[in-house]
């Protein structure tokens, strides 16, 4: 863990020198930088870099940009692979031709786009409030370090048969305030620049489960329970207009029978227009009934278009 931890602050070091470096030798007149084929930066391009910047530069200029020489070396020697790379970008050549082969992977990985992003689970639970299960915030104040949570990882792939995205544990390395630091505990199986024990850094919004208990029930295991529902509610968009509640057939099965209500004999006859999935899938669809799901068995409903509202109906 603490080999992953010193490999994310040397990465974010390494990407804040060059961006700071960069910014200098691309302005020379602001900084009065004489040219850079003048500095003699040949053979050791870390030294050369380091005293082209303490000669070139007044103290008081580099120290706006860096708090001190000495901090421009130590992030510096981090990589040597760095500065050629910088001067590479400078004098609009290939940056990777300057640099060794065993080198590209890890300018690569650091400079380049990702082609992943955490997906915003708490956006999918306001969307998706009766199937969609999100950590109570209560349970995440009570996350430390050493503990696992899920996230969902979106990502771009040029294979058709890839999903969109892969759900996989971070083990939390810090907590700084709203952030948490942590690292990847899973081999991703598509994408391609993650590997288990990279560095990722995420919100609250973006866990959708725990290693720890949550001391708040979910909302969403209140639906859980089955029922039977014809395909004209579940997929083709139309309003519930007809319930009722019987004895169930097992365990999983709450006994409710869902459906529109003008169905003809011959379609509720065929079970490929019927489905046994949870309440909340239904409710997905058409949440209007949702105050009727705790009536007992032996309750029938009918929608009256006149009071907009559900009806009891006595048998």
Same mark, same amino acid.
């Given at each position: 863990m603490g080999q992953h931890l010193r490999c994310s602050k040397?990465?974010?070091?390494?990407?804040?020198?060059?961006?700071?470096?960069?910014?200098l030798l691309r302005r020379p007149n602001a900084f009065r930088l004489p040219p850079i084929e003048s500095a003699g930066l040949s053979g050791n391009?870390?030294?050369?870099?380091?005293?082209?910047?303490?000669?070139?530069?007044?103290?008081?200029?580099?120290?706006?940009?860096?708090?001190?020489?000495?901090?421009?070396?130590?992030?510096?020697?981090?990589?040597?692979? @760095?500065?050629p790379l910088?001067?590479?970008? @400078?004098?609009?050549?290939?940056?990777l031709r300057t640099?060794?082969?065993?080198?590209?992977?890890?300018?690569?990985?650091?400079?380049?786009?990702?082609?992943?992003?955490?997906?915003?689970?708490?956006?999918?639970?306001?969307e998706y409030p009766y199937t969609f299960y999100k950590p109570s915030s209560q349970a995440v104040a009570l996350l430390k370090p050493g503990d696992g949570v899920k996230l969902i990882f979106d990502f771009e792939s040029d294979d058709p048969d890839a999903p969109t995205a892969e759900r996989m544990w971070?083990?939390?390395?810090?907590?700084?305030?709203?952030?948490?630091?942590?690292?990847?505990?899973?081999?991703?199986?598509?994408?391609?620049?993650?590997?288990?024990?990279?560095?990722?850094?995420?919100?609250?919004?973006?866990?959708?489960?725990?290693?720890i208990d949550d001391p708040v029930p979910s909302k969403t295991d209140k639906y859980l329970s089955r029922c039977f529902v014809t395909h004209r509610v579940l997929y083709d968009g139309e309003s519930v207009g007809y319930l009722y509640r019987e004895q169930p057939d097992n365990d999983d099965d709450s006994g409710w029978r869902i459906m529109c209500g003008d169905e003809s004999a011959q379609y509720m006859d065929s079970p490929d227009n019927i489905s046994f999935v949870?309440?909340?899938?239904?409710?997905?669809?058409?949440?209007?009934?949702?105050?009727?799901?705790?009536e007992p068995i032996g309750s029938t409903f009918e929608f009256d278009s006149e009071s907009d509202s559900f009806a009891r109906v006595d048998d």
């Open positions: 040397s990465r974010r070091a390494i990407r804040e020198s060059s961006a700071r470096i960069l910014y391009w870390n030294k050369g870099l380091h005293a082209y910047m303490r000669n070139a530069l007044p103290r008081e200029r580099l120290g706006r940009i860096c708090s001190n020489k000495a901090q421009v070396s130590e992030r510096l020697s981090f990589s040597l692979a @760095v500065v910088i001067f590479a970008l @400078v004098r609009k050549t290939d940056p640099v060794a082969s065993s080198q590209r992977l890890t300018l690569m990985t650091l400079f380049s786009k990702k082609s992943w992003r955490l997906s915003d689970a708490q956006k999918l639970a306001d971070v083990e939390i390395t810090d907590i700084r305030g709203k952030k948490f630091d942590g690292i990847l505990d899973n081999d991703p199986a598509h994408i391609a620049d993650l590997k288990c024990g990279d560095p990722v850094t995420f919100a609250e919004k973006h866990i959708i489960q725990l290693s949870s309440l909340g899938a239904v409710l997905r669809e058409d949440d209007r009934i949702v105050d009727l799901l705790e």
